[in-house]
């Protein structure tokens, strides 16, 4: 009981320390008289920066992951082996993807505007 106790302790600090984070940001980035597209702006921007580095971050987990479950080099079982090159082999098939064609856009035909959903 205790070690999860400690568990729970040890991820809501993790946490807050994220949200800390997060909180500073965007202290940093928005000014008091910032308008709503330069909003929208630096919103877009940081996005595009977060998600470049979690594509970055998955893709040399991947690299890593590939030969290591092909090899065994953790001693898995073979059912293990499997999922994990498998989880490995689709993450660079798509990054494969993005890299030759690019992200697709989002094609559903109208926007919020359009639909009248405000």
């Known amino acids: ?3 999860i106790l400690y568990g729970l302790v040890f991820m809501s600090l993790v946490f807050g320390l994220a949200a800390l984070i997060l909180w ?3 202290k940093l980035t928005f000014k008091k008289h910032m308008s709503e597209e330069e909003r929208d702006a630096a919103i877009e ?5 977060f998600s470049g580095a979690w594509f970055t971050f998955y893709l040399i987990m991947a690299i890593i992951a590939l030969p290591a479950s092909a090899f065994n080099w953790g001693g898995e079982s073979f059912r293990e ?11 660079l098939i798509g990054a494969a993807a993005i890299w030759r064609w ?7 035909g109208a926007n919020d505007d359009e639909r009248g959903d405000r």
């Open 1 to 3: 009981m205790q070690d």
């Open 24 to 26: 500073l940001l965007d």
């Open 81 to 91: 082996r499997l999922i994990f090159f498998c989880m490995a082999a689709f993450i």
């Open 102 to 108: 690019g992200v697709p856009k989002e094609s559903n």
């Open 45 to 49: 921007k940081r996005a595009g920066r």
